[in-house]
Nanobody
Framework: QVQLVESGGGLVQAGGSLRLSCAAS????????MGWFRQGSGKEREFVAA????????RNADSAKGRFTISRDNAKNTVYLQMNRLKPEDAAVYYC?????????????????WGQGTQVTVSS
């Protein structure tokens, strides 16, 4: 059983940056592809970015390309999401998730473990 704990959310002005972290425990972190999802108020959960077990393969949502960067440190059992040039529409609860598939999926249904989420608020 893998436990995931996100941190790093908060309030930021539009154009600012935040770095989210997700610490994993209870499993072999390097065995899992990791993903970031977000869910805005009244919206469905949507894919943001995913990274393969070794970090060699990355997938990004169109909304994240050029602004968000996913990375991982297997020695620290942590995955990160660096978010730059934030926009008000990026405001959401951000979740990290773990999947056992080789190619990190874009579908939330393929992830087995989820964190509790961290709130990101972007003021205009």
């Amino acid at each position: 059983q893998v436990q995931l704990v996100e941190s790093g959310g908060g309030l930021v002005q539009a154009g600012g940056s935040l770095r989210l972290s997700c610490a994993a425990s209870g499993g072999t972190f390097s065995s899992y592809g990791m993903g970031w999802f977000r869910q805005g108020s009244g919206k469905e959960r949507e894919f943001v970015a995913a990274i393969s077990r070794t970090g060699g393969y990355i997938r990004n949502a169109d909304s994240a390309k050029g602004r968000f960067t996913i990375s991982r440190d297997n020695a620290k059992n942590t995955v990160y999401l660096q978010m730059n040039r934030l926009k008000p529409e990026d405001a959401a609860v951000y979740y990290c998730a773990a999947a056992s598939s080789v190619v990190p999926p874009m579908s939330a249904f393929e992830y087995s473990y989820w964190g509790q989420g961290t709130q990101v608020t972007v003021s205009s």
